[in-house]
């Protein structure tokens, strides 16, 4: 099975902190995905990574910026955190390529920023 | 037009019921359609993966798309208390690649009772 770890379920944070928000497979996955999910909005792509140190922005990558050091590894960074960006915080993988390779999920990073 | 609607529900049903949930798309160049279940503070767990037009059956669920009319279904069988969950539609152009992305539905909030 594909597995799918965040280092944090819960984290609380103030304003003006930089957070670093840690992901990692286990499943030499080329593709890595960090998400946003509010209630009403449903989940909103930050940015992805299809290979080491390549990073594409999504839909409101805005206050955040990515590393992907490592192939297994993809960390979300909050630069300086604000309140509006308290949210649940998912992270997925998925291999490079070819038919039926969705992606998978980790359990999410639950972010309260005070 | 959003390029993917979901009701969000509730949908409250008894147990041993049919249900079905749908999603409605804009976007024409989608090819690929999955449906997520997403238990109470988890991430999303992958459920069906489908291509293109037809029906896709596991188990008790049943994927149906009908691309002609940009409309997809999944249906549950038998429903059990343990199917009460959010369930995400996503769909994508394409099944990999630089530029993968998948496009989500807000989620439909179920409960079943015994």
């Known amino acids: 099975d594909v597995k799918v770890t965040q280092s944090s379920r819960y984290l609380v944070k103030r304003t003006g902190e930089k957070v670093f928000l840690e992901c990692v497979q286990d499943m030499d996955h080329e593709n890595m995905f960090w998400y946003r999910q509010d209630p009403g909005l449903g989940l909103r792509l930050i940015y992805f990574?299809?290979?080491?140190?390549?990073?594409e922005k999504g839909d409101i990558p805005e206050g955040y910026s990515v590393s992907r050091e490592k192939k297994e590894r993809f960390s979300l960074i909050l630069e300086s955190a604000s309140t509006n960006q308290t949210s649940m915080y998912l992270c997925?993988?998925?291999?490079?390529?070819?038919?039926?390779?969705?992606?998978?999920f980790g359990d999410g990073t639950r972010l309260s920023i005070l | 037009q959003k390029e993917v609607e979901q009701d969000p529900g509730p949908l409250s049903v008894p147990e041993g019921a049919i249900v079905s949930l749908n999603c409605t798309y804009s976007?024409?160049?989608?090819?690929?359609f999955m449906w997520y279940r997403q238990y109470s503070r988890k991430g999303p767990e992958l459920l069906m993966y489908?291509?293109?037009?037809g029906n896709k059956e596991d188990g008790r669920f049943t994927a149906q798309v009908d691309k002609s009319s940009k409309y997809i279904s999944l249906f549950i069988r038998d429903s059990q208390p343990s199917d009460s969950a959010t369930y995400l539609c996503?769909?994508?152009?394409?099944?990999?690649?630089?530029?993968?992305?998948?496009?989500f539905g807000k989620g439909t909030l179920l409960t079943v009772n015994p």
């Open positions: 976007n024409s160049a989608f090819q690929y």
């Open positions: 489908t291509y293109s037009s």
């Open positions: 997925a993988s998925s291999p490079q390529g070819g038919r039926n390779q969705p992606q998978h």
């Open positions: 996503a769909m994508s152009k394409n099944s990999g690649g630089s530029n993968y992305k998948l496009t």
């Open positions: 990574s299809y290979d080491v140190k390549m990073k």
